[in-house]
């Protein structure tokens, strides 16, 4: 069974523009949630998306945003990127049914914000 | 709202020794799950062991074991016989089963370094 996919692993922008990450979860996973992790804050939720909804969202402004498509496949954006943005984005992938709460996670995109 | 509190933020033992790192959480409900969670350099976060709340007795999964005491709100991760590999960052985390999500919550985790 093929794991939690994040792409890029990678990725570099400047202060001002936009940038979108992308989330493949585990096949049969309905649930997909996002986290921040930083070296002050440690892991911060994002949000989390069941079933195409949105369920939770944490908080963060308004420029961080994300959707997910009818296949589990999910994208998280954000807008007017901030030096602060600089970040391991990281996907968790679950079942989603709260009967199973083990979180699958990829490996993360680091992004770096100049 | 619910905290995590990693009190250790390094810690360094010897290979084969037995290492125990701490976690305290803040609840007010009554039915949750507790996580461990590993993250070694490759970024890659991988579930080392839960507990149900619910569950007196403390889970172990192979070297790795818990001391949960939920009047307490403390729950720690022994490692025994320790090794190279579990160089880490390790995560305590908790999620609601409550919750109509699966969001969860981390502490600020435990840079664990094995020495050879």
């Known amino acids: 069974k093929a794991g939690v996919t994040q792409t890029p692993r990678y990725l570099i922008k400047t202060r001002g523009q936009q940038v979108t990450l992308s989330c493949s979860p585990i096949s049969g996973h309905r649930s997909v949630s996002w986290y921040q992790q930083t070296p002050g804050q440690g892991l911060q939720f994002l949000f989390e998306?069941?079933?195409?909804?949105?369920?939770n969202k944490g908080n963060f402004p308004g420029r961080f945003s994300g959707r997910q498509f009818s296949n589990s496949r999910s994208e998280m954006n954000v807008s007017t990127l901030e030096l602060g943005d600089s970040a391991l984005y990281l996907c968790a992938s679950s079942p989603g049914d709260r009967e199973n709460t083990e979180a699958f996670f990829g490996q993360g995109t680091r992004l770096t914000v100049v | 709202a619910q905290t995590v509190t990693q009190s250790q933020p390094e810690m360094s033992v010897q290979e084969a020794e037995t290492v125990t790192l701490s976690c305290t959480y803040d609840?007010?409900?009554?039915?949750?799950?507790l996580f461990w969670y590993k993250q070694p350099p490759s970024r890659q976060m991988i579930l080392v062991i839960r507990?149900?709340?619910?569950?007196?007795q403390n889970a172990t999964e192979n070297r790795f074991s818990v001391n949960f005491q939920k009047a307490a709100k403390s729950f720690s991760l022994k490692i025994s016989d320790s090794q190279l590999g579990d160089t880490a960052m390790y995560f305590c985390?908790?999620?609601?089963?409550?919750?109509?999500?699966?969001?969860?919550?981390f502490g600020k985790g435990t840079r664990l370094h094995i020495l050879p």
């Open positions: 609840t007010s409900e009554n039915n949750y799950y």
């Open positions: 998306y069941f079933s195409e909804t949105q369920r």
């Open positions: 507990q149900e709340a619910y569950k007196q």
């Open positions: 985390a908790f999620t609601l089963i409550m919750n109509r999500d699966d969001k969860i919550i």
